[in-house]
């Protein structure tokens, strides 16, 4: 079967870094996606990786590495609004998004 | 930013009636999609419907019936619904399927309780 692992729950502190961590076991790969879930809102999309490497974006950075089947969301200079979920999402062979359960992100003073 | 937009917000029902939660979206794209979220799973995607017509159905119950009459609007009908139902229905659109670097944007979901 398709899985997409990551943590439930991490807790941080403002200012601080943090890095969440995905591994997936998917039939193929055409690419992997982070996104952000604040409470009662909207996923909204921040990063997309295909090729193998760091991309980055702001505070935020996303790694790939498709050899270990691993990625990894990294926040920079934490602030009290990074408070969210974050989702990590694979497409596989099929082009159809498998969605990993989120991981709960809490950012303390 | 009001690109998807989902009514009603939150719904509460019995499991004799029939609600029907509605999605727009005004970005101009010709794919869109109904997922399930219930608490700490992933999320479940329903159906997807490309230029209007429907693409995939993932075993879903009959009592979730979708409908698309046009590219911007995306209808989930619902009747005799279980308390398992119960859980936040996100609405999502695309430009195309399924293409590599293709992103979903969502609305905010209807957060729908079933007594």
């Known amino acids: ?109 | 930013e009001t690109g998807v937009t989902q009514t009603p917000r939150h719904l509460v029902m019995g499991m004799t009636n029939k609600k029907s939660l509605k999605c727009e979206q005004h970005l101009g794209h010709n794919a869109m999609y109904w997922y399930k979220q219930s608490a700490k799973k992933p999320l479940e995607l329903m159906f997807v419907y490309n230029f209007k017509e429907q693409t995939e159905n993932n075993s879903v119950p009959s009592r979730f019936s979708p409908e698309c009459p046009n590219s911007s609007h995306l209808f989930l009908h619902l009747h005799t619904l279980q308390p398992e139902d119960s859980a936040l229905y996100l609405c999502a659109s695309s430009q195309g399927q399924g293409g590599g670097a293709e992103t979903q944007y969502f609305g905010p979901g209807t957060r729908l309780l079933v007594l």
């Open chain 1, 1 to 109: 079967g398709q899985n997409i692992d990551q943590p439930t729950e991490m807790t941080a502190t403002e200012g601080a870094i943090v890095q969440i961590n995905c591994t997936y076991q998917t039939s193929g790969f055409n690419g992997l996606f982070w996104y952000q879930q604040h409470a009662g809102e909207a996923p909204t999309f921040l990063s997309y990786n295909v090729l193998d490497g760091l991309e980055e974006k702001g505070r935020f950075s996303s790694f790939l590495s498709r050899s270990k089947g691993y990625s990894y969301l990294l926040l920079k200079e934490l602030q009290m609004k990074d408070s969210a979920s974050y989702l990590c999402a694979v497409r596989d062979s099929n082009y159809q998004l498998i969605w990993g359960a989120g991981t709960k992100l809490i950012i303390k003073p």
